[in-house]
């Protein structure tokens, strides 16, 4: 009898077990990291030459998602900008980046799932051409601003990989910077633009040594009237794990976009 209620209570025990659900169903999880990286050279009575120069930058990466049984929301903000003063000349912008990305799926019992997605591509503040005199204002915060729309599928096998392709629709807005979105064909200056097209979106987040991490997102576009012609952004960041509070990282953004410019 006794054999009796150690097995009820062995089965009772591993039902509870079986049932257990991930604790982060239902819930919102933040993440963020975020850096500041400075680089200094200062010369006094030096006789070998250079300059003294002065670089800055500041770096963010913030996530906020949500996922039930039935629904994956995921949102992530990328922040980039710094400055460089080179002896006496002024600061000039060395990074300037916003890069706002929203993904919402849906669990249908397939090895894909439906998507939607929104991004939201732009500089943060104003950027200029340093090889004319003076400098010329080149972008703005959202002059111009890149705004994507896509519907198709989504597949993650593990949480190190996932890719998505669909249709999409992306408008371009401008201010002063009409030369991104102008139709150079028509006699009036456009400062909209929208184009229907397919993206594709793939993502790599993996440990490749101990202690050191790889992410890497690789975003293709193409318009339907220019199927030939790919907008590529490909972001890569290795971090290296030095103690609990100390890391190094390596940063590597590949762009290829041919109303910017026709070279990568």
Same mark, same amino acid.
């Given at each position: ?171 371009? $807005? %401008?201010?002063? =910077?009409?030369?991104?979105?102008? +139709? #150079?064909?028509?006699? /009036?200056?456009?400062?909209? &633009? ?26 293709? $576009? %193409?318009?339907? =009237?220019?199927?030939?012609?790919? +907008? #590529?952004?490909?972001? /890569?960041?290795?971090?290296? &794990? ?23």
């Amino acid at each position: 009898m006794r054999l009796k209620y150690v097995f009820i209570l062995l089965l009772i025990s591993s039902t509870i077990f079986v049932q257990e659900k991930d604790p982060t169903l239902n819930n919102w999880i933040a993440s963020a990291v975020v850096g500041f990286n400075i680089s200094q050279l200062a010369l006094s009575n030096w006789s070998q030459g250079g300059e003294n120069s002065l670089t800055w930058s500041l770096a963010g990466d913030i996530s906020y998602n949500y996922k039930s049984d039935d629904f994956e929301f995921k949102n992530n903000l990328k922040l980039a900008y710094g400055r460089t003063k080179l002896g006496s000349d002024d600061f000039k912008t060395n990074d300037n980046d916003l890069y706002l990305e929203s993904v919402i799926s849906k669990n249908v019992g397939w090895t894909v799932s439906p998507y939607f997605s929104n991004t939201v591509r732009t500089s943060i503040t104003t950027g200029y051409n340093y090889d004319t005199t003076p400098k010329t204002e080149i972008v703005n915060l959202f002059d111009p601003g890149y705004v994507t729309q896509s519907l198709g599928f989504y597949y993650e096998p593990n949480k190190k990989f996932n890719t998505r392709l669909g249709i999409a629709i992306e408008e371009v $807005f %401008t201010s002063n =910077n009409t030369q991104y979105a102008d +139709d #150079v064909t028509t006699v /009036n200056i456009e400062n909209t &633009k929208v184009d229907a097209g397919l993206e594709s979106v793939t993502a790599i987040e993996q440990e490749v040594a101990e202690n050191l991490f790889l992410k890497s997102k690789l975003r293709l $576009f %193409t318009r339907f =009237n220019n199927i030939d012609v790919w +907008d #590529v952004r490909w972001d /890569n960041t290795i971090v290296a &794990k030095i103690n609990d509070f100390m890391n190094v990282n390596f940063t590597f953004l590949l762009v290829y976009q041919e109303d910017q410019s026709l070279k990568v």
